[in-house]
């Protein structure tokens, strides 16, 4: 299997559950989406502090739209 999805979509489905610590950028957001489809029990955590620049922030909650509130209802 030379395809890269297809190689981390194999490895992701013998995952029962994964967090994946998402800083806004291109790999750990693609990481986090791909895995968000495959794996049963997945997390994406993302601190927002002062160190993390809003634009990362903001491409996280554009990327990922996975709310507490939502999950709470």
């Known amino acids: 299997m030379t395809d890269p999805l297809a190689r981390l979509q194999a ?8 967090a994946v610590a998402v800083s806004g ?4 957001l693609t ?4 895995a968000s489809g495959i794996v049963p029990d ?4 993302h601190a ?3 160190a993390v620049p809003p634009a ?5 909650r554009h990327c990922l739209l996975y709310t507490s509130d939502a999950a709470d209802e």
Request: hydrophobic share 45%.
């Open 56 to 60: 990362a922030t903001d491409r996280v």
């Open 31 to 34: 990481l986090a989406h791909v």
């Open 48 to 50: 927002i502090s002062p």
């Open 42 to 45: 997945f997390h994406a955590i």
């Open 25 to 28: 950028g291109v790999d750990s």
């Open 11 to 18: 490895e992701l489905q013998r995952l029962p559950k994964l």
